[in-house]
């Protein structure tokens, strides 16, 4: 191991270990920490790893340095605010019909200029501006045609390389040829969508859901059967089964990682289990795997994908997330439906973007992407810690909210009574950006909820937006 | 006037009065022309604009110097091949399914490493590679977030306001607001399909007409009516007229100014009449106007949207065959149809590429575009009447061939019983592609025509390549 990853490693090891007590409450919010100097002699450590340590804690939100004083335990993860509740299981499938308020939410959300919580992608300061733009210009000076012509409808194949080394991280191992690039994720899963089912079939999805999956579902004539899922582990396996033939569902379309907005994972053993009782129906499954990369913990957890041996799982995902949303560029493993999926691709939009996918290929083949990536997780993950703090802080005290371990949002539940709908235009009026629960559910549950990205990092600003929004909260 | 453009304006007008003499046959092929210095005093133009002159047709084909010995006419442009057919008007509108033949021949067109006249877009030494490369930097340098954010899901406002300005040289007067942008033509003519039909509509559309265009409204579930057109003059109004009670057609999609793969343009007042009908009746009108900026004649042919007074025409177009196939940026102006085409746009990709949308405002801002624009015509023109006379030499005498007044493509008519799927596979043996007719059919019409694209310079290569292909042509 070379001596910067030793030392690394090192720092990492002991500030686990006190973060572990922080959590188990045997260092309690306020307690005083050893001095650099004394975690030094006692944990036989140099000075600058215990140094280390102690920043890559405070960083993450959970210790302080007060000036002349020394270091003080600021926050505690465990010990905070309760996770909110799963939902109610399905009473039937449903055609998914959304109504004005959300359209007109969804407007609000992008045209107003605000500081806004509702957008879950990375904010631009966290984004390899300058190496990525590298990649570009060496595109356009050294490719064919300067990536003027047509790509191939698949997409770039040195691209698609790419794209298929990196599912090695989640023990993937597709060829080249079994990926299809696509602009984004959305287009990816509408492909995915558009090739398993027929307009008036019943699709399975977690409950809560991104509302993008909704209208995509409404615009192919899908009806939809909301899963519970749970805030830690993800969706409920034994109703799903029992819902597949009462729903008659022809497909399912899940976030196993990081899910939006409720931030689940699902462990590697359930999704195994899941993709057998599917597989055993011979029922596709759309899996979106846009925030996989964003994790928290030690290893990326691994995909359906990983564990399919039908072709039935269509894997989808993006660079939207982690590294330039405006570039559209995404994509989906198709398995079995590959030839359908390249057909809608082809007659939908011809190819993707020439340009942006050459120059992703290049920036990926050049190491620039793992290195962005344990940054950006690095940073998501103390943001998610900061804005936790807030909310314990500013928040009411029977506000539930999630504990993700991964992805860019946080899904808090308000007292029972309260209208999500009615804070977002409260919050509006104060210049602040939610998603209101509404918009999460074709079945209009999640009134008394909202989601805040945290993709912008910690500042005074946010601070005081989010008391404001605490303040909303409690007046609502 | 600068001193620069008013020579440019004199030798075009002296070149022109030539062609009009060889077109009336006042000069027949082989006359010989005067001398550059007689030219000068007859004229009384310089030597330089006299020569100038002389190179432009020369440029054209339709003159050659011959050494020692001075300028014949070489080619006439309306002395030569008869003019295809038009098509048989339609017994029943039929849900489109394309065979495998098809698709087969589909996939040869991309993947085969070919000298290919059968893609319709311009060759990359026609495309204003640095100019682009210049926008694309400038972008990446001061653009907000470097382009890596999401644009609005109606596109840039910048590149819509040079969308807006590029109209008025059809006619149109549209603010910036009524235009969406979209992932090429393709997605627009999507887009405009899907909100204004339901699946099982009829939708009249030319004949013969480009293959995208059936795959689409087949996985819309949409019929096809198809409407006989001229390859002069556009589609037949009156038979649409009484095709549309029959028919129960639903909407339109045209491609008034030099469609695919025939080549015809509406005249303006024809296109006046056919906006009248359908808005009498209340049908939307889907134009296609993709090759609507390559005319070979003096003004830009108008729109049917230029007429449109009731929302009713939905305009849409693309950068793809005029500046950059690759950067996938089209547009649509929908009319009264703008919220459901952004809704469309929004759950199918979000939103559009953003570097690739502010590069090519920046182009246009600069006035590139214009100016590219008419060097891109005066090479398409020459082109067409280069390989226009090639054929005509190596083709069978009882070859019929269009020629259009703009576009990319050139529609040949083989003697009756001639395979074009034949003469495509025997082509590609000798590694030259062509778009067999069959592809530009629902009905299967147009067995013995195909098409041929002259994007690429004309060359010996090319010269060859026509010399077999008319050799195949008299062996089928």
């Known amino acids: 191991m070379p001596a910067i990853a030793k030392s690394e490693h090192l720092y990492h090891e002991v500030a686990d270990r006190i973060e572990e007590l922080i959590a188990r409450q045997a260092l309690k919010?306020?307690?005083?920490?050893?001095?650099?100097?004394?975690?030094?002699?006692?944990?036989g450590i140099s000075l600058s790893t215990a140094f280390q340590a102690y920043y890559h804690l405070e960083s993450k939100g959970l210790i302080e340095a007060r000036p002349q004083s020394g270091y003080y335990v600021k926050f505690s993860p465990r010990h905070s605010l309760a996770l909110p509740a799963c939902c109610e299981p399905a009473d039937e499938a449903m055609p998914?019909?959304?109504?004005?308020?959300?359209?007109?939410?969804?407007?609000?959300?992008?045209?107003?200029?605000?500081?806004?919580?509702s957008v879950s992608s990375p904010a631009p300061a966290l984004l390899p501006v300058a190496k990525l733009k590298k990649s570009v210009v060496h595109s356009l000076n050294h490719e064919t045609d300067h990536c003027l012509g047509y790509e191939h409808v698949q997409g770039n194949a040195g691209l698609r390389?790419?794209?298929?080394?990196?599912?090695?991280?989640?023990?993937?191992?597709?060829?080249?040829?079994?990926?299809?690039?696509?602009?984004?994720c959305m287009e990816a899963l509408t492909f995915s969508l558009k090739a398993v089912t027929q307009p008036g079939d019943a699709v399975a999805i977690e409950s809560p859901t991104?509302?993008?999956?909704?209208?995509?579902?409404?615009?192919?004539?899908?009806?939809?059967?909301?899963?519970?899922t749970d805030p830690r582990h993800g969706l409920d396996l034994a109703y799903l089964e029992t819902a597949i033939p009462r729903f008659q569902i022809k497909a399912c379309l899940f976030v196993p990682n990081f899910n939006n907005p409720i931030g689940s994972c699902m462990p590697d053993a359930k999704k195994m289990q899941l993709v057998q009782l599917l597989a055993k129906r011979e029922i596709p499954l759309i899996e979106d795997d846009i925030y996989g990369e964003l994790y928290f913990g030690k290893t990326?957890?691994?995909?359906?994908?990983?564990?399919?041996?039908?072709?039935?799982?269509?894997?989808?995902s993006s660079f939207s997330k982690s590294l330039a949303p405006g570039y559209r560029i995404g994509w989906v493993l198709p398995g079995r439906f590959k030839q359908q999926v390249i057909g809608l691709k082809r007659m939908s939009n011809v190819a993707t973007n020439t340009l942006a996918q050459v120059s992703i290929a290049h920036f990926l083949q050049n190491g620039r992407y793992e290195l962005h990536l344990r940054h950006l997780r690095k940073a998501l993950h103390t943001h998610s810690l900061q804005y936790l703090q807030a909310i314990n802080e500013f928040f009411p005290s029977h506000t539930k909210v999630t504990q993700p371990e991964g992805g860019f949002v946080l899904w808090v539940e308000m007292y029972r009574k309260a209208d999500g709908y009615k804070l977002h235009k409260r919050a509006l009026r104060h210049g602040i950006g939610i998603a209101p629960g509404q918009l999460f559910s074709a079945s209009q549950q999640f009134g008394n909820y909202f989601r805040i990205s945290y993709g912008t990092p910690y500042s005074d600003k946010i601070e005081k937006a989010l008391k404001t929004l605490g303040e909303l909260v409690a007046g609502l």
Not at 29 to 43: F, I
Not at 161 to 167: E, G, M, P, V
Not at 300 to 316: A, E, I, N, Q
């Open 300 to 316: 990326r957890p691994r995909t359906c994908k990983s564990f399919d041996k039908k072709g039935l799982v269509l894997h989808c």
């Open 210 to 228: 991104y509302s993008g999956i909704f209208r995509v579902m409404q615009s192919l004539g899908l009806h939809v059967v909301e899963i519970p």
């Open 29 to 43: 919010v306020g307690d005083k920490l050893l001095s650099v100097r004394a975690l030094s002699k006692e944990q």
């Open 161 to 184: 390389k790419q794209i298929a080394k990196l599912s090695f991280n989640w023990g993937g191992t597709p060829a080249e040829d079994e990926v299809v690039i696509t602009a984004g």
């Open 96 to 117: 998914v019909s959304l109504d004005d308020m959300i359209t007109s939410v969804y407007n609000d959300l992008r045209s107003t200029n605000i500081l806004s919580f």
